[in-house]
Each structure stands twice: as C-alpha cells, then as structure tokens.
C-alpha cells in the first residue's frame, strides 16, 4: 500500500549526493585536496579547489590539473589523498543537520550517487552514521565512464534501482550535479545548507535548473509534497 507521500508526488526515487547534501565534508575535502596538490606542485587554496572542483569527479579533476601542470601526478596520488581526507574526516566530519529526521521522513526509495571513490563514500557515511540507512543503495563515478557533471552517474543510479529516470528526483549541492541531473532528465533540488556554500550559492544552483533551492533538510520532505503539489 503507498503511503500519503507516494501518492502525492509523481516519484519513485530520490537520489542523494552525499558530500555536501548528506554529509558535511566539502571543506575537509577541500582543505585535503589543497594540501596535497600543493605539496606536488599545483599550488592551491581550500577556496579555489571548492571553486573549480566542487561536485566534479576525482578523475575529471585529475585529468585537468595534469593537462594544467603538463605531466602526470604520482601514480599513488588517489591514495595520498584518500589518506589526508580520511585523517580529516576522523576528527571533523558530521552529518548535515537534520538529515536523520528527513530520511526518515521520506517515504520514497533512495540511494547515493556520488562523485567520491566507494571508499570515500563508505568511510564518510560511516563517520557522519549514516551508512546503514542507506547501504547498499550507493553508487559512485567510478563505476560509469564520466562523471558529473555527464549524466552517466544518475542514470547508472537509476537503473540499478530499476527507476525510470523521469520517476527520479535528484538532491544536490553542485553546479555540476545540477547539470548532471538535467542531463539525465531528472528534476533536482539544489541544497545550500553546508558550511562550504556561500553567499549566492543557492542562485548558482537555480541557475543551472534547480527546480527549487533549499537550506535546511527539514524542509526537504515538505519540497518534495509542494512539487508533487504543483
């Protein structure tokens, strides 16, 4: 039997991005990334990596900054990173407030799609104690060929979920997962509610063809009855 939700809104599916819309890491990331790149002769601000690289994948990024530097980074690179963001996220990451309440109050399925690595994703859904009510619906760029903002990710998410895409609804937090999102011809919410979102932000996001923009997930659930609504 649907419950009132499933039979107000015309979706079957919600898919989450997870840094920055589940869990509040986008900073650390930023601040890891920055340090490493630095440290290999692409010198960058926590600012710029949020700036150019928010949302996009490890690999598309990777494949500008050597494009940019004119040679390869390390062979062991992704690991380097994944090493400085771990350490980070063991002392500082959490849950985006309110998550918990509007997971709980979403009566539709969901998954995860994420520009992260499996690993990456695990550890901070862990961390932020999150990963159970949401395993094993979770998926990652590096399973597709592009990542965002191609709408490869959100498409493989939906097929793994056996979901139409036009029954999806897509939360973000990134200009490119707002395009991978209308790429894939799936509407999309975009959140500005994390510590790394600045002022004009949630603009940014309805710029590029959110639906409607939000900043604290306890009006999440509300959305997604108005759209149904609407």
């Known amino acids: 039997m649907k419950t009132p939700l499933q039979d107000k809104v015309p979706f079957d599916l919600v898919i989450f991005d997870c840094d920055g819309v589940l ?16 440290r290999h002769g692409y010198p960058i601000t ?18 500008t900054i050597e494009t940019e530097l004119g040679r390869a980074l390390p062979d062991d690179f992704e ?14 990451l959490r849950a985006i407030p309110n998550i918990n309440e ?38 990652s760029a590096t399973q597709v060929e592009r990542g965002k903002p191609a709408p490869d990710l959100f498409l493989f998410a939906a097929g793994q979920m056996r979901t139409a895409p036009a029954r999806c609804l897509v ?25 790394h979102c600045r002022p004009g932000h949630g603009d940014r996001l309805r710029a590029g063809g959110a639906v409607a923009i939000f900043d604290d997930m306890r009006q999440l659930p509300g959305l997604i009855g108005q759209i149904g609504a609407n």
């Open 23 to 38: 869990v509040d890491s986008e900073v650390i990331s930023c601040a890891a990334h920055a340090e490493t790149l630095t």
């Open 46 to 63: 926590p600012d710029e990596v949020l700036k150019r690289f928010l949302g996009v994948s490890d690999r598309e990024a990777r494949q």
């Open 79 to 92: 690991s380097q990173m994944k090493q400085a963001t771990l350490r980070r996220y063991a002392d500082d």
């Open 102 to 139: 509007a997971l709980a109050a979403i009566d539709l399925a969901k998954c995860v799609a994420s520009s992260g690595t499996p690993d990456k994703i695990r550890h901070g859904l862990t961390c932020a104690g999150l990963h159970d009510l949401l395993a094993p619906n979770i998926f």
């Open 171 to 195: 939360i973000e937090d990134s200009p490119a997962g707002i395009a991978a999102a209308v790429a894939a011809g799936m509407p999309v919410l975009g959140f500005h509610g994390g510590s």
